[in-house]
């Protein structure tokens, strides 16, 4: 008997069941990657603590009010002013932390603003009906000023593998590589010189 | 020379064997790069604020995301709402909320865990305020305003 053919399985449908799926991947799924403004929020602490005693000059306070207007140690100033305000309070180092005095420092060295970027306190407090918006803005500010200077400090400090990279190269460095110790240092030595103390007061009613 | 009176020939048929390969090309591709859709807005879309100091949020199993802006049903009332899950909520439930949301994860994961807050631009101060104070009570501390990337000059005007 003549050996006859295995017939070919029709594959004509098989891009419509693909396509089927495919659409129905297509309106399930969501493609956004959420990114956002990092914060650590502080832990509550027991009702009776006293808080520790801070010098009027190492605290910078970021008034908004409910119109979203801002006063930055109570001068009207506007949301483009804020970034370079905080770099000049910052990075003052008009005194001594910890027995040292800020050698990095390429502020004034002002002896009515800050002592060290260690003790610099920058408070921000808003009203019950400041904007989401607004609040963001200011915060972002404020983040820029401390990735600005951490940025320089970086450039001219870090010393050895990563000399003359900045802050913003090794965070990509370490998001890349996550168990990269040398890095961790290098961040780490960076983070303790320009501390990010950014406090958040209770809404006025 | 009867060039003129030759038939028309028919147009070969265009063949179709590599099309599913395309499709399914694209198929693994949108399964591999989306997440699923997991809640229903409630609320209007929230248009979020835009910075420049912006992280990408990774390992998304481990953001739990709370939605503030206004309703967008005029039955649940005026003003800011907070949406956790499916539901329209109040700020009481917040606690509620992070411990479900933790119970899904082992220790070790806990720790790395992020509260997510999408809230609109408009929205009041106090309210994320209200929520913030909630979670520093269970001390789920880590945070991420949701923004998108752009000059701050977008958030307000």
Do not use: W
Not at chain 1, 118 to 126: D, F, H, L, R
Not at chain 1, 160 to 165: H, P
């Amino acid at each position: 008997m003549a050996k006859r053919d295995i017939p070919e399985i029709n594959a004509g449908s098989m891009a419509d069941i693909a396509f089927l799926l495919l659409i129905f991947f297509l309106v399930t799924t969501t493609m956004d990657t959420d990114s956002g403004v990092f914060r650590k929020l502080p832990e509550i602490q027991p009702e009776n603590t006293e808080a520790p005693p801070v010098k009027e000059k190492n605290i910078l306070e970021v008034n908004i009010n409910r119109f979203d207007k801002l006063l930055v140690d109570d001068e009207e100033v506007t949301i483009k002013d804020v970034r370079q305000l905080a770099i000049d309070f910052i990075d003052n180092g008009g005194g001594t932390y910890e027995g040292r005095p800020c050698d990095y420092c390429e502020g004034k060295k002002d002896e009515s603003s800050s002592d060290h970027p260690g003790k610099a306190i920058i408070s921000v407090q808003t009203a019950q009906t400041t904007s989401y918006g607004m609040y963001i803005s200011v915060q972002n500010e404020l983040l820029a000023a401390y990735t600005e200077l951490r940025n320089r400090y970086a450039k001219k400090y870090t010393t050895g593998k990563y000399q003359g990279l900045s802050y913003t190269d090794l965070l990509n460095i370490q998001k890349a590589d996550k168990e990269n110790a040398d890095v961790k240092v290098a961040l780490d030595k960076i983070k303790k010189a320009y501390p990010e103390i950014l406090s958040d007061a209770e809404p006025i009613k | 020379m009867s060039k003129f009176g030759k038939k028309k020939k028919d147009v070969p048929a265009v063949n179709t064997a590599a099309l599913p390969d395309i499709v399914f090309m694209l198929l693994f591709f949108f399964m591999v790069a989306t997440t699923m859709r997991e809640t229903t807005l409630l609320i209007k879309p929230p248009k979020l604020p835009s910075a420049t100091e912006v992280k990408k949020l990774e390992h998304k199993s481990l953001v739990s995301t709370i939605y503030v802006g206004k309703a967008k049903n005029s039955s649940d009332g005026k003003g800011d709402k907070i949406q956790l899950n499916d539901k329209i909520s109040t700020v009481n439930d917040v606690t509620n909320f992070i411990y479900s949301e933790r119970d899904k994860h082992d220790a070790e994961e806990q720790k790395a865990m992020v509260t997510s807050i999408k809230a609109d631009v408009k929205t009041n101060v106090g309210t994320v305020s209200d929520i913030k104070h909630e979670l520093r009570t269970i001390n789920a501390l880590k945070i991420s305003y949701s923004s998108g990337t752009g000059d701050v000059s977008n958030n307000f005007n």
